[in-house]
């Protein structure tokens, strides 16, 4: 797969949102880490949107919803990676039969996911880097698209600009902070739990990092914590010994990030903070750069995940249960 | 304050949500224990809406997003116990200030969150009980009024013959159960971590029981796993010794209860189930029975919460961050 062939699906299946009557809402299906890739952009809808409604849906929760809403004016975006997912597959026949206008990302062309859908664009696959081709980029580029062609957002130019300067980025932040990821993994080894915390666009990969990497692929006990949330209940386990990672992000969520990382560090001596300002994210253009953040934590924390399962012996591919046998 | 001051007080907010031009949307605002609450309300306008969208949001998340859509045609619910929640107040401001209709719960009329909004119900607080002047039972009546008056949904009968059972129903359940709750707690009062699970109508509970009394009233590591989510990452931290607390709701979400269940109880040997259908909730009126489970497992797990709590010396009232300091 070639980014030129990305490209041309993408430019597809914005041509059909074109031509659509009516756009009212888009619902983001799928199911666990392609779930999280969802919803920063739930967020974009929220943040940019001027009358359509965005809403991340686990692709069981649509089905049992059955939202009355779904119709010819709804635009359903799926995403599995395998393309087999069945609750994801089901979810898109379900709004495919409603009238909706089904867009699905998949890596394998020729999947149920692929073939149930009227739209598919496929994607590169490399999770330590990024690029205007990478899956979360690619809906981060379908969702501005959807609200360029429909209620004429401007932002699309400024998008790809940043989106251009993706790749390099991410491998500098990657090498310049090869101390402090080995630091980490040496510092956690151990660890029987780790929790994240994020807000805003990030919030996602916050909740992916601990459900996909740290519970699925590390057997680390985790939970993802909304920062607007944590002085509402999860403060109170702060403690020296309890390890968070925190993503501090730009935006107008970034005074709450500030606001909870200001309490954690007082209280707990086991904070990891990744921080999109000193990571250089805020020399991308203004009006996008905080919609990017998720885009560079993503591939950045994976590079965490992996020296972490080095230190403990547990490579990120172990499962006990998934692919192991039927559930 | 009495029934029917909360009766009346609610009965004026809708008058105000009938009289307006339009209705578009419904934003549910607040944070912690509160928004927990206001999760079985973007769920009920998910099923039940024709036209309208439900939004629960974190106030702080609420007031960082400022949708644009935010306006005349909206709703804004909120809710603050003590109403002072100076996000939630903020929220309720901006809110106003757009044009939007404001509801406010709070337990203390004359607080700044009453004074910011243009209604305000107030409630009975007793946590281990249900009624239906009780916050969350006020909010369910709430959602379903808005949604007769403006698109004629018919339930709204079935919902007050429902609520009618409840106190009944809550206090004979937490009576015949209290063996069972007895040896929870008894078994659970080394635990370093306890998740909590469950999906539909009652992820706001699980949500709730995680954040409000495991993590803050007992300083117990925990996270709210959605059941839809469980088999996309969760379910591998899943071992013999990991406690689970799971709710098996009504109605199309159950499917998905049930079928985490049946692997979770295959691999720890330490779980928890509340299933309202053993519980005698499908007793209920057929059209709202799926509602109204939320209502019956928030007392009767804050009665565990008392026993836990009790078992391990730790009473829900101690904090040693909230309320104690500025934050």
Same mark, same amino acid.
């Given at each position: 797969m070639t980014s030129n062939q990305t490209d041309a699906q993408i430019s597809t299946a914005l041509s059909a949102v074109a031509a659509r009557d009516a756009v009212r809402e888009i619902?983001?299906?799928? /199911?666990?880490? &392609?779930? %999280?890739? $969802?919803? @920063?952009?739930?967020?974009?809808?929220?943040?940019?949107?001027? *009358? =359509?409604v965005g809403h991340a849906l686990n692709a069981a929760e649509?089905?049992?919803?059955?939202?009355?809403? +779904?119709?010819? &004016?709804? =635009?359903?975006?799926? /995403?599995?990676?395998?393309?087999?997912t069945p609750e994801t597959v089901e979810a898109v026949k379900i709004a495919?039969?409603?009238?909706?206008? !089904?867009?699905? #990302?998949?890596h394998d062309l020729?999947? @149920? +996911?692929?073939?149930?859908?009227?739209? !598919?664009?496929?994607?590169?696959?490399s999770p330590q880097t990024m690029s205007p081709v990478h899956s979360a980029a690619v809906l981060t580029r379908l969702t501005f698209g959807i609200l360029e062609a429909r209620e004429g957002n401007s932002k699309v130019p400024a998008l790809t600009e940043a989106l251009a300067k993706l790749p390099a980025l991410v491998d500098k932040i990657a090498q310049d902070r090869k101390t402090d990821i080995a630091a980490f993994a040496e510092a956690h080894?151990? %660890?029987? +739990?780790?929790? !994240? $915390? *994020?807000?805003?666009?990030?919030?996602g990969v916050a909740y992916s990092f601990a459900i996909c990497i740290l519970q699925e692929m590390q057997w680390i006990n985790s939970a993802?914590?909304?920062?607007?949330?944590?002085?509402?209940?999860?403060?109170?386990? !702060?403690?020296f010994d309890v390890p968070f990672i925190q993503l501090i992000g730009l935006g107008p969520s970034r005074t709450m990030d500030e606001r909870a990382l200001a309490?954690?560090?007082?209280?707990?001596?086991c904070m990891t903070v990744l921080d999109a300002q000193e990571l250089g994210l805020a020399? #991308? @253009?203004d009006s996008v750069s905080e919609y990017l953040t998720p885009l560079v934590f993503s591939p950045f924390l994976r590079i965490y995940a992996e020296k972490l399962g080095a230190s403990r012996g547990h490579p990120l591919t172990v499962r006990r249960y998934m692919w192991q046998m039927e559930y």
């Open positions: 619902f983001f299906v799928a /199911c666990g880490g &392609s779930y %999280a890739h $969802m919803l @920063p952009n739930q967020y974009i809808v929220e943040r940019e949107a001027v *009358a =359509i649509f089905k049992a919803c059955a939202p009355k809403r +779904l119709g010819k &004016s709804s =635009i359903v975006i799926a /995403c599995s990676h395998s393309g087999t495919r039969a409603a009238g909706a206008l !089904t867009i699905s #990302l998949t020729g999947s @149920p +996911l692929d073939e149930a859908s009227e739209y !598919t664009v496929s994607y590169v696959h080894k151990r %660890a029987p +739990l780790i929790y !994240t $915390m *994020a807000s805003g666009a990030n919030y993802a914590i909304h920062a607007g949330e944590y002085f509402h209940g999860p403060f109170e386990i !702060t403690d309490f954690a560090k007082k209280y707990s001596k020399a #991308l @253009p």
